[in-house]
């Protein structure tokens, strides 16, 4: 088939190009010419495992361009994949979103299938498909469909080819049979539905996912105060079916492009609607103060800040990463910076992007220049080179041997044999 792509960030470049693999003829349209250069020479705007080989290997089926009419021209579905960020209010700014139905309104020669792939709240599907009514030239038919994304950044190739469900939120018979021909290689189970219902899918996944981690942290707070461990209150709760063992990790709180902005939009979208959704204002809540309370213990180990060394090891938001927004990093670093403390910094792949935040920390080769001369470890990313460090080496470098974990990374009664003061989330 051929598929348009309109936004070329995480979600439209994976999705294209995993397109392309499944064998449809793919073109990935984006406004920012430095990124279709980028494309065009090879070089990936990302780090997202496993997909420069994808691409490379599938040149010939994918096209870069900055022109929407592109993506629209002589394809039959398009997708628009484009940011949706938080406005102050907590609610998505879909301009991007209407500036694009807009553009393809303009080209829309023959029948059409406009496929809404960013994240955006219930009811987003009847303005795109309002807007393309109002703006289109010629009197042709399109539909509108919603097929939202559950792509985690890092595993993004895997989760398109081999996802738990494909969702497709349709409002056509027509629709959904070229969407389903669009993912008939892929097995996995395909719930077709209603389009505010395939919208809502998604807010919903991925604010019971953030519930899930707020959950956890709140018990981790409960086991630090009672003597409990988190870690084995996580493993007996996570056998049961019911509950699933996955996203129960205790740390510092989530991050990330996602979680931060859709728990924020559907608490704004309930409020718009007409109901309360107070139980995701908290989940916003204990994550926040998660972080807080991890400076805290950081300032309960050390006492004064003042001019402290502080080393610290992972910026990303997650592993296999090198996106930084919404770290926790980056509030856990301002906030020590503004308590006077100096920092020296180590990540394997976001330096680069956090230079863009913090110019004037010092940022290390390696874990061991971090330690060096510092007054403790703090780690805030799990980074699985981190876990196979030569403690003995670290702590022969650290000023004093303390490390302060915000992942749970390490055993504390090892640790603690080792000589260490080691500081974790939920256990002692
Ligand atoms: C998330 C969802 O998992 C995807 O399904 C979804 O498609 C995506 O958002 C999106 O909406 O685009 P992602 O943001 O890449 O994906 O990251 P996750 O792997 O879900 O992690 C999110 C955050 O939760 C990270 O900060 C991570 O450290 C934290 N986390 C995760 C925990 O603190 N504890 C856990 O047990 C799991």
Redesign the pocket.
Known sequence: MRVGIIGCGY?GLTTGVCLAELGHRVVCVDNDEEKIKKLLSGTLPIYEPGLDKLIKKNKNKIKFSTNIKDAVVNNEIIFICVGTPSNPDGSPDLSYVENVAREIAKYLDSYKIIVEKS?VPVETADWIKKTIERYKKNNVEFDVVSNP??????TAVHDFLYPDRIVIGVESEKAKKSMLRLYQKIKSPKIVVDTKSAELIKHA??SF?ATK?SF?NAVANICELSGADVEKVALGMGLDKRIGK????A?I???????PK?VNAFIWISEKLGYDFSLLKEVKKINERQRELFIKKIEDTLWTLKDKTIGILGLS??PNTDDIREAPSIYIIKSLKEKGAKIKAYDPKAMVKMKQVFPDITYCDNPYEVAKNSDCVVILTEWSEFRKLDLKKIKNLLNQPIIIDGRNIFEPQKMTKLGFVYKCIGRK
């Not at 996955?246 to 990790?249: G, T």
């Open positions: 979600v994240t994304e559950f792509l985690r950044e890092g996944s991925n996912l981690i956890i996955d996203f129960l990790k740390g709180g989530y991050g990330g492009s996602c979680f859709d938001f997650k």
